[in-house]
Antibody, heavy 119, light 107 residues
Framework: EVQLLESGGGLVQPGGSLRLSCTAS????????MSWVRQAPGKGLEWVSV????????DYADSVKGRFTISRDTSKNTLYLQMDSLRVEDTAIYYC????????????WGQGTLVTVSS | DIQMTQSPSSLSASVGDRVTITCRAS??????LGWYQQKPGKAPNRLIY???SLQSGVPSRFSGSGSGTEFTLTVNSLQPEDFATYYC?????????FGQGTKLEIK
């Protein structure tokens, strides 16, 4: 069974930075596009970012473009999300998800990591 | 960008009932639509992809239909474990977009 384990969440002040990690196992991480999806407290799901198999192609939601950077390290089977210039409205549970548009969406999800942006 | 309008936002039903949830896309997305179930405090779980393909391990009482701009998720003979929140997802083009969610509650 696919395993995705997120880490790196926590409390940060507005304008601050955090880096989320997602460690993947029990599937061929190097051959899979990956995504981040978030969910604000009590709200719905919002797609955040995607990265291609090679890592050379990325895309972002307008709400995070220019502030967040997705990347991957195949040697460590790890997906990252660097979050800079954080805003209160970025407060959410961040899920790592296996898949992208090219694979018909997300067939596996991590348990999520909570990011709270507050002064 | 493609907007997904999901209805109803909440639904009350009884065990054994049949329920239908609808998602409408702001433009045609072919069959590039999936359905997800989320229980409180848990990550979402994919039920259906490509409009009507059942995810492995998902009970056959779940089914999907539609194409273009209108899609439905049907749950036949509701079971206690089906009471949850459901989301549609379009993956025809970026940015990917989810419906607002439908909370299915026990009557």
């Amino acid at each position: 069974e696919v395993q995705l384990l997120e880490s790196g969440g926590g409390l940060v002040q507005p304008g601050g930075s955090l880096r989320l990690s997602c460690t993947a196992s029990r599937f061929t991480f190097a051959g899979q596009a990956m995504s981040w999806v978030r969910q604000a407290p009590g709200k719905g799901l919002e797609w955040v970012s995607v990265i291609s198999v090679s890592g050379s192609v990325t895309d972002y939601a307008d709400s995070v473009k220019g502030r967040f950077t997705i990347s991957r390290d195949t040697s460590k089977n790890t997906l990252y999300l660097q979050m800079d210039s954080l805003r209160v409205e970025d407060t959410a549970i961040y899920y790592c998800a296996k898949g992208a548009a090219s694979t018909g969406g997300f067939d596996s999800w991590g348990q999520g990591t909570l990011v709270t942006v507050s002064s | 960008d493609i907007q997904m309008t999901q209805s109803p936002s909440s639904l009350s039903a009884s065990v054994g009932d049949r329920v239908t949830i609808t998602c409408r896309a702001s433009q045609g997305i072919g069959k590039d639509l999936g359905w997800y179930q989320q229980k409180p405090g848990k990550a979402p779980n994919r039920l259906i992809y490509a409009t009507y393909s059942l995810q492995s391990g998902v009970p056959s009482r779940f089914s999907g239909s539609g194409s273009g701009t209108e899609f439905t998720l049907t749950v036949n003979s509701l079971q206690p474990e089906d009471f949850a929140t459901y989301y549609c997802l379009q993956y025809n083009s970026y940015p990917l977009s989810f419906g607002q969610g439908t909370k299915l509650e026990i009557k």
